[in-house]
């Protein structure tokens, strides 16, 4: 009798415990909604070839469309694509770069490449940008003992240029991520799901964060997004170790995204 009473009054809990985790993947899944469409168009263009233009424009021609119509339908703000586009521009930077320096390619053709990059790679960075930016929304998002700016920007502006100064220099990727660590030690990011609360410790949200985009570069590469030098024969899983750029990719992200969310909140 007493274990049939302590069941019946677990099963409520249970059941809004997983009600929660319900509706914050559907919120998840709604963040991502650019990320899905650039994901489905690189699967739709691998299996079926587009009339006209090579596959490389008809991404980039989506891609377009897809960011027209999330400021018209009301998805994404002015503001969200002003922080949007600045990612775009990083991330066409990055990629200019790291092409050159032969760390992956583009093999297909295309009439908008540029050095080797086609331009609607730089949408991969900026649907990254998107996904932050409305799951801030959605979540209502807040930040418990973030770091002054003083700390925040150089950090950033560090894992940022050692993407580039790691091909000349040695790599100090371990110790900016031991940085991130001692940086954010103390700091919490608050959300809400149906009205209720919960924390979680920054770091280990840009752990996940980062590893669901190396899965998410898996997925990319096997429909022939790009491909890394391991990949020219026949895919091949990423290595796992790229994990680690990818997780220092959603810090410099993130902490872009919080700064101008800070600044903006502390505007009059």
Not at 100 to 116: A, I, L, Q, R, V
Not at 196 to 223: D, K, Q
Request: proline content about 5%; some cysteine.
């Amino acid at each position: 009798m007493d274990r049939q009473l302590i069941l019946k009054n677990e099963k409520p809990w249970f059941i809004r415990g997983m009600s929660q985790l319900v509706r914050f993947g559907w919120e998840q899944a709604l963040s991502c909604l650019f990320p899905v469409v650039i994901f489905a168009s690189l699967a739709v263009t691998q299996l079926v070839p587009l009339p006209f233009l090579p596959r490389y424009d008809w991404l980039l021609i989506i891609c377009l469309l897809m960011q027209w119509w999330m400021v018209r339908s009301g998805l994404e703000t002015r503001d969200e694509l002003k922080v949007i586009t600045l990612f775009h521009i990083i991330g066409l930077v990055l990629e200019l770069f790291k092409v050159h320096m032969g760390s992956w390619s583009y093999p297909d053709e295309g009439n908008t490449k540029f050095f080797g990059v086609p331009l609607y790679s730089g949408f991969m960075y900026a649907s990254v940008a998107s996904y932050l930016c409305q799951a801030w929304r959605r979540l209502n998002v807040d930040l418990v003992k973030w770091p002054p700016f003083f700390a925040v920007v150089p950090l950033a502006a560090a894992i940022y240029l050692n993407f580039f100064t790691h091909h000349y220099w040695v790599d100090i990727r371990w110790w900016l991520s031991a940085l991130v660590i001692i940086v954010f030690w103390k700091s919490w990011v608050m959300y809400e799901i149906n009205g209720t609360r919960y924390r979680m410790p920054i770091a280990l949200s840009f752990v996940l964060i980062g590893f669901f985009i190396w899965v998410a570069e898996n997925i990319a590469t096997f429909f022939g997004a790009w491909e890394y030098p391991n990949q020219t024969d026949a895919w091949s899983l990423v290595h796992l170790g790229k994990a680690s750029s990818w997780l220092l990719l959603v810090i410099v992200s993130f902490l872009i995204v919080a700064t101008l969310k800070q600044v903006k909140k502390n505007l009059p």
